[in-house]
């Protein structure tokens, strides 16, 4: 008898890693300005974004891994993709992974959570049996043209788009915008929505913003289509919250390539990255007695589970509650977390 023994070794094709702020930062300090080093292993031993997010391949993506014999899998810092060490993925792949949200509290600790997320129906005027179906507000996070920070082995890969440079007119509260070197949040609505710098953009990772909502462009004669986000697939779950597409190879930047140019996986593997940036509000401290305002946080402040930000107590993530402008009821004019001492 013959028996044919195949040994199949297997290695990482890449990593996404899914960092949410709320769970990481230590009050005012961002996560990755921390330099104790007992702290950072620790803090990410204990992180687990699978309470938060799920995260699954689209139908075609799936087949894809599959034909590879390859396998999807979600960690507590993200998902990994790992693949034989001799495939060749086709250099025209493009693989979509749909982010939904798992915590019923998510809204409540991340920003540009205010952005609402509806569905609508559009017919197309050239065939009325075909319906596009849009949802508004999605970011797509993309290796493509995604930015990165640091050199050599210190070099970051964010799939968030660079930060745009000056408020645009329909920028709302939270939204993240740069101003010459330093890095902007606005803690309003517009009209001239007020804002707070939060310091140099280079020592804060590149969260996911505004800025990574595609413009939708429907078909022609059409109305009602949203703005920005991403027309629904058949495939596409309806809860979808964010869309992340890599694709092996980025002409312009190697390092955000996770194949060589034959096709085989890159040694080092590529670890991509996505940040959610926690929500900061207006920290007012009321009597527990009768509710009367005795102290109020001169500028927003962070909500995090670690840390304490203010110098008093901090407040509970789930109470964060929105002020809107008296003369413009439509306007946000801030959020604020009351905190009863």
């Given at each position: 008898m013959?028996?044919?023994?195949?040994?199949?070794?297997?290695?990482?094709?890449?990593?996404?890693?899914l960092l949410?702020h709320y769970?990481?930062d230590d009050g005012a300090?961002?996560?990755?300005?921390?330099?104790?080093?007992?702290?950072?292993?620790?803090?990410l031993?204990t992180?687990d974004v699978?309470?938060?997010?799920?995260?699954?391949?689209?139908t075609?993506t799936?087949?894809?891994i599959?034909?590879?014999?390859?396998?999807?899998?979600m960690?507590?810092l993200?998902?990994?993709v790992a693949?034989?060490?001799?495939?060749?993925v086709p250099?025209?792949?493009?693989?979509?992974f749909?982010?939904?949200?798992?915590?019923?509290d998510?809204?409540n600790?991340?920003a540009?959570?205010?952005r609402?997320?509806?569905?609508t129906?559009?017919?197309?005027?050239?065939d009325?049996?075909?319906t596009?179906?849009?949802?508004?507000?999605v970011?797509?996070l993309s290796?493509?043209?995604g930015a990165?920070?640091?050199?050599?082995?210190?070099?970051h890969?964010f799939?968030?788009r660079?930060?745009?440079n000056g408020?645009?007119a329909?920028?709302?509260?939270?939204?993240?915008?740069?101003?010459?070197?330093?890095?902007r949040?606005?803690?309003?609505?517009?009209?001239?929505?007020p804002?707070?710098v939060?310091?140099?953009r280079s020592?804060?990772?590149?969260?996911?913003?505004?800025?990574d909502?595609?413009?939708?462009?429907p078909?022609a004669?059409?109305?009602?289509?949203?703005?920005?986000g991403?027309?629904?697939a058949?495939?596409?779950?309806?809860?979808v919250?964010a869309?992340?597409?890599l694709?092996p190879?980025?002409?312009?930047?190697s390092?955000?390539?996770y194949t060589?140019?034959?096709?085989?996986?890159?040694?080092?593997?590529?670890?991509?990255?996505?940040h959610f940036?926690?929500?900061?509000?207006?920290?007012r401290?009321r009597?527990?007695?009768d509710?009367?305002?005795k102290?109020?946080?001169?500028?927003p402040?962070?909500?995090t589970?670690?840390?304490?930000?203010?110098t008093?107590q901090?407040?509970?993530?789930t109470?964060?509650g929105?002020?809107f402008?008296p003369?413009?009821p439509?306007?946000?004019?801030?959020?604020?977390?009351?905190?009863y001492?």
């Amino acid at each position: 008898m013959v028996i044919d023994i195949v040994r199949i070794g297997y290695t990482r094709l890449f990593e996404v890693r899914l960092l949410h702020h709320y769970w990481l930062d230590d009050g005012a300090t961002v996560f990755d300005a921390i330099t104790d080093p007992a702290v950072t292993p620790r803090r990410l031993l204990t992180y687990d974004v699978r309470r938060l997010l799920a995260v699954g391949p689209s139908t075609t993506t799936a087949a894809a891994i599959g034909g590879l014999q390859g396998v999807f899998r979600m960690t507590g810092l993200g998902f990994i993709v790992a693949v034989p060490d001799d495939s060749v993925v086709p250099p025209d792949a493009t693989w979509e992974f749909f982010v939904t949200i798992a915590a019923l509290d998510y809204a409540n600790y991340t920003a540009l959570s205010l952005r609402p997320q509806p569905i609508t129906d559009v017919v197309d005027p050239a065939d009325a049996k075909v319906t596009h179906r849009y949802k508004a507000n999605v970011p797509v996070l993309s290796n493509l043209t995604g930015a990165s920070q640091g050199t050599g082995a210190s070099k970051h890969l964010f799939l968030s788009r660079p930060y745009v440079n000056g408020a645009d007119a329909g920028d709302g509260i939270e939204a993240l915008v740069t101003s010459g070197s330093n890095l902007r949040q606005l803690t309003g609505d517009p009209p001239s929505p007020p804002f707070q710098v939060l310091g140099p953009r280079s020592g804060y990772p590149v969260y996911v913003h505004q800025g990574d909502v595609p413009a939708i462009v429907p078909p022609a004669g059409t109305s009602g289509a949203p703005a920005g986000g991403i027309e629904l697939a058949a495939d596409t779950p309806p809860a979808v919250a964010a869309v992340i597409r890599l694709t092996p190879r980025r002409a312009d930047d190697s390092a955000f390539s996770y194949t060589k140019a034959n096709g085989t996986p890159r040694t080092p593997s590529r670890v991509f990255e996505v940040h959610f940036r926690n929500r900061w509000t207006t920290w007012r401290y009321r009597d527990k007695g009768d509710g009367t305002v005795k102290a109020t946080e001169a500028d927003p402040l962070p909500l995090t589970y670690f840390g304490n930000a203010g110098t008093k107590q901090k407040p509970s993530m789930t109470a964060v509650g929105i002020e809107f402008d008296p003369g413009n009821p439509a306007k946000i004019a801030r959020l604020v977390s009351d905190i009863y001492i």
